[in-house]
């Protein structure tokens, strides 16, 4: 039982330091907050954090990490659906990939800063490398069934991931809402395309979840 009590307590630390590390990164930026921030908010020794984490960097891995994380349960909801199409599984985990909880925005908006461009940089970063499996596996069960043409599911994945979430990511691009659909329609006109479906297939099924200009 000891031995249980002092792994609970291990990790009980662990979830608190990085409770505490993603309120002060979105509160006063990831710059701006120094690991004596973090030290001086939970009031623990400077030791006791370096027990846990090598860094600063390496607890906002973990921030980042544990937001992709709930990303991730959202998009495997999607994924494990048997009653989906495999065109309707890749729109939906597309929906899926939004920022959903308060906590998932705020941190969204904080990357966006100037300031905060190494922890947008390792959001986009593990976003791509965390979901292109996923999207993989889709593909590969599309082209299984003959809904897809693809020689290259993981490829083609990785490229779409990078071009949509860098595109459409605000805090990158500043795009005109109008200018945006049409981004969104090119997006989705490029998957058809790299799946091999018939033009206007994807775009059919994206106007169910979301509204165009």
Request: with cysteine.
């Amino acid at each position: 039982m000891a031995a249980m009590r002092v792994v609970k307590e291990h990790d009980e630390r662990k979830q608190e330091i990085i409770d505490t590390a993603e309120m002060l990164f979105t509160e006063k930026g990831y710059d701006q907050c120094s690991v004596n921030d973090i030290l001086n908010a939970i009031g623990i020794a400077k030791g006791t954090f370096y027990h846990y984490f090598k860094s600063k960097e390496e607890v906002l891995d973990a921030v980042i990490a544990r937001t992709t994380d709930q990303i991730m349960e959202r998009v495997l909801s999607v994924a494990g659906e048997k009653n989906l199409t495999p065109e309707e599984k890749l729109l939906q985990v597309f929906l899926a990939m939004k920022a959903d909880q308060k906590t998932e925005q705020a941190l969204l908006e904080e990357m966006h800063k100037t300031e905060n461009a190494l922890m947008h940089q390792k959001n986009l970063v593990a976003c791509v490398n965390t979901l292109t499996p996923v999207l993989k596996q889709i593909v590969e069960e599309g082209v299984e069934d003959g809904s897809f043409r693809c020689a290259y599911p993981e490829q083609y994945m990785q490229i779409f991931l990078a071009s949509s979430v860098t595109l459409l990511d605000e805090g990158i691009f500043q795009v005109e809402p109008e200018k945006a659909g049409k981004i969104f329609e090119a997006l989705i006109s490029l998957l058809e395309k790299m799946l091999g479906v018939e033009e206007g297939v994807f775009l059919m099924i994206a106007q169910g979840y979301w509204q165009f200009e």
